[in-house]
């Protein structure tokens, strides 16, 4: 569960702001989020009127995500053999006791109230079950691609500065605010086995998934390559 910083350069997708992609093979690169989390959070209301989460994008269209998912490598499900979350390391610091959660519930969130840089009350509507919710205590920040799912589909390989920059990834739709429900409901599935109860969802939320793993190369199991050609048709 991740924040986003409010300073950063950011563009719309998947009714959300995430800073624009860039190609694959640069997301290995050194310090990745150096750039990302800004030290600036001395705002009292976060969110300028008009900025409403969940408003659609097509900046991202169904038919991008579904080449983007073609293109990806279809293999079994790796083994879960010495995974632990602690092997990824998040809610990375952003200064001023403040870190990735804050960042996110202050950018998924309107009419965000903060005590420093610390969301202490906002409204979020979570996308997975169109739950609204009044507290930040209410919600949950979801990794969209479960750690659990990217150490059986290529994560296992990677180094743990690696690792920890997916756990704490702002530019790439990974991070969302969402219900607690909805986010321990999902645990780590793919879209085989868990999809959002909300089914306008499905859209946004399967070219949120294929984002991600096209981003840091994770591969698919057949299964959860067909659920996400069903959730990406629903964009239409």
Sequence with gaps: MIHSAVCRREAAHGGRLYAELVPPARWFLPLLLATTLTAGCDVADARSPGTTPGS???????????????????????????????KFPHWQSTGKNCDVRDSVL????????????????????SL???????SPTQVDIDHMVPLANAWRSGAIAWTTEQRKAFANDLDRPQLVAVSAASNRSKGDQDPSTWKPPAKDA???YAEDWV??????????????????????????
């Design 56 to 86: 659609k994008d097509t900046s991202t269209s169904s038919s991008g995500a579904e080449a983007q998912l073609k293109k990806l490598t279809v293999a079994d499900a790796g083994k879960m053999t010495g995974y632990s979350r602690e």
């Design 202 to 204: 499905w859209c946004s």
């Design 106 to 125: 202050e950018r998924d969130g309107t009419k965000v109230k903060l005590s420093g840089c610390n969301v202490v009350a906002g409204t979020w509507k």
């Design 128 to 134: 997975y079950d169109d739950k609204t919710l009044t």
């Design 211 to 236: 984002a991600v793993k096209t981003y840091y190369q994770l591969t698919v199991t057949q299964k959860e390559k067909e659920a996400l050609q069903d959730m990406l048709e629903t964009c239409r």
